[in-house]
């Protein structure tokens, strides 16, 4: 079975800095990607997802993610970062076909002023 | 576009009472899913429907918990009775197909068991 590893809890992060939250899978076969944001109290929203095609995806809110099948992995990047990110991030798998996404523990943005 | 419904937003009870959620998902969407995201955890699967249909609730506790989606539209997630572990948000998605690619989520219920 498919499953996500989120490496970090917790990164406080100061305003206009650059950010990484780091995701690896594992998987046997071939898998899709995403990488969804939960502000307080609200519901979970997609940021990216990675199916096929170019390894680099972009997201909203100026996120990228890239797909690295030899090392497994699917960061979340972000090149400056603003207070209004502030939220928890998950990374989800799921295999080609009709599956459920996995959640990874999350990991908390907490962006400082 | 509406997307998918959750209420009530928060709902507190006693333990051994029970209590249900009721979700409507965005139009013409045919697979729904209920999740559970207990504290600092991310969302887990308790079952999804196709339609009318549950396919796949193989982690939904059954001694306690239920759902339906009768007529393959709105769903009702139930637990009684209700246990302390069992507080969480529990969150419900809908998707126009099979596949998880295209997954929205309502703002999920937030249940607190006393």
């Known amino acids: 079975a498919q499953s996500v590893t989120q490496l970090d809890s917790q990164v406080p992060v100061f305003e206009e800095a650059p950010v990484e939250l780091r995701c690896n899978y594992s998987s046997s076969v071939s898998v899709y990607l995403f990488w969804y944001v939960q502000y307080p109290n609200q519901g979970l929203q997609l940021l990216l997802k990675?199916?096929?095609?170019?390894?680099l995806v972009k997201g909203i809110n100026g996120f990228e993610a890239e797909f690295n099948k030899s090392q497994t992995s699917f960061h979340l990047r972000k090149p400056s970062v603003h207070i209004s990110d502030t939220a928890e991030y998950f990374c989800a798998v799921t295999l080609s076909g009709n599956t459920p996404l996995v959640f990874g523990k999350g990991t908390r943005l907490s962006v400082i002023a | 576009e509406a997307g998918v419904v959750q209420s009530p937003r928060y709902k507190i009870i006693e333990k051994k009472q029970p209590v249900a959620f009721w979700c409507n998902p965005i139009?013409?969407?045919?697979?729904l899913y209920w999740y559970r995201q207990n504290l600092g955890q991310g969302p887990e699967l308790l079952i999804r429907y196709e339609n009318e249909e549950a396919v796949d609730d193989s982690q939904l506790p059954k001694d306690r918990f239920s759902a339906e989606r009768l007529k393959g539209v709105d769903s009702t997630l139930k637990i009684q009775p209700a246990e302390l572990g069992d507080s969480a948000v529990y969150l419900c998605?809908?998707?126009?197909?099979?596949?998880?690619?295209?997954?929205?989520f309502g703002s999920g219920t937030q249940l607190s068991v006393l």
């Open positions: 998605a809908s998707s126009p197909g099979g596949g998880s690619e295209k997954l929205f």
């Open positions: 990675y199916l096929s095609g170019s390894t």
């Open positions: 139009s013409g969407h045919n697979t």
